[in-house]
């Protein structure tokens, strides 16, 4: 057996270093590995830090590989790395590690980014294992754990016990992704796809400030519904909500345009809404192009984006969107936070597809989370 734990540690440095701290010595969030006889195999330095005034960015960006004789080769790295290219992609990418170890303090943000929801959508999207271990603290928001495969999910999720678990389960050693094609998806013909046919349907601003906005911002179109803004996990999504119990819908935002396809049985007073946002995180973060289709808090659409964990209404859908990153995370989450793996997802001429039916509980959102990397340098 193998252990990874994460702990700080620190470094001397030499004054002569223009970027040696006043004491003298670097602090780093640091991931470290020992082999069944306790021998350090591997140490790794977190790169991005969130929050973290304590600890120095390490000089280089680290791509730690350690080799086991059960399992093959693992890469570590930790909690907000995930969301960058440096060093989680670049390891999977260039490094061809299909075993990821992730020590984690991840506080879930919905309806994009809790725990369980991107962790499952990063196994997902690179047909990798990975192994997320996240600290137990319900009042911060951390309740998310797991072991996740391209085809099965193991994961710890509770917001009411103070106690943590230990998961444990029996996984491929080689991952690789069963029956989640594309061609599973049945749409229409991408070929024609032609973005922005609406103008009220296009150009999101960008993300500003929620007390600058009155909600609900509504355009009414004689032949559609209405589209409306709304933040959502502090950025300005465009929105179109769902009227009927079946149809298909486009909305756009600067240069992505995201379809949905559906038809479900939708429960009294629940509202759904497609959006699409394509900025900056935040205004200045990262670059994120996005698309959703969730449930919204409560039948306003002013509650679109707000926190809400239980959804009774089941819906078949086949959502996609013209993505301009190759990197996206395919996200379905049901009532009680359960992840759900697509009936089928990907690329087909130049479209990002994902479709899921017959699910077993009600729909709390299905995303199409586009992470632009090569953006995030350009403010």
């Not at 989640?180 to 400030?209: G, I, W």
């Not at 969107?321 to 009936?343: K, R």
Request: glycine share 6%; charged share 20%; aromatic share 12%.
């Amino acid at each position: 057996m193998y252990v990874v734990a994460n702990m700080p540690t620190k470094q001397d440095c030499n004054k002569t270093d223009p970027k040696c701290p006043a004491d003298g010595r670097y602090q780093y969030n640091t991931n470290v590995a020992f082999s069944d006889n306790g021998t350090l195999v591997a140490r790794y330095h977190k790169q991005n830090l969130y929050k973290e005034m304590e600890f120095n960015t390490p000089p280089e960006v680290e791509h730690v590989i350690f080799e086991t004789p059960f399992a093959g080769k693992f890469g570590m790295f930790i909690c907000f790395d995930l969301l960058f290219y440096e060093p989680a992609v670049s390891l999977i990418e260039k490094y061809n590690v299909s075993q990821i170890v992730f020590p984690t303090a991840w506080m879930n943000a919905s309806p994009f980014l809790s725990g369980v929801q991107f962790q499952r959508g990063f196994a997902s999207a690179f047909s990798i294992n990975l192994l997320a271990a996240n600290l137990h603290i319900p009042q911060q928001r951390m309740t998310s754990s797991g072991l996740y495969t391209p085809d099965d999910s193991f994961y710890y999720y509770d917001v009411e016990s103070q106690e943590g678990k230990l998961t444990v389960a029996e996984i491929p050693v080689n991952p690789v992704s069963h029956n989640k094609s594309v061609d599973a998806c049945k749409t229409s013909d991408h070929s024609q796809f032609t973005p922005c046919k609406k103008l009220s349907r296009c150009n999101a601003k960008r993300s500003v400030d929620i007390s600058q906005v009155v909600f609900p911002m509504i355009k009414e179109d004689r032949n559609n519904p209405p589209t409306f803004h709304s933040i959502i996990h502090h950025d300005n999504f465009a929105l179109i909500p769902l009227k009927k119990p079946a149809g298909e819908l486009e909305v756009c935002s600067q240069s992505l345009c995201c379809h949905v396809s559906y038809h479900g049985k939708f429960s009294e007073n629940e509202l759904y809404a497609l959006g699409a946002y394509d900025g900056f995180h935040k205004s200045n973060t990262y670059y994120i192009q996005v698309c959703t289709l969730l449930k919204c808090a409560n039948a306003s659409f002013a509650s679109c984006g707000a926190h809400t964990t239980i959804a009774h209404s089941t819906i078949d859908f086949v959502i996609w969107g013209n993505h301009s990153t190759q990197h996206v995370f395919p996200e379905i989450l049901g009532s009680d936070v359960i992840p759900f793996l697509p009936d089928g997802m990907g690329w087909k001429n130049k479209i990002y597809t994902m479709c899921k039916s017959d699910m077993s509980s009600g729909l709390l959102s299905a995303n199409l989370y586009g992470r632009w990397y090569e953006k995030d340098n350009s403010l």
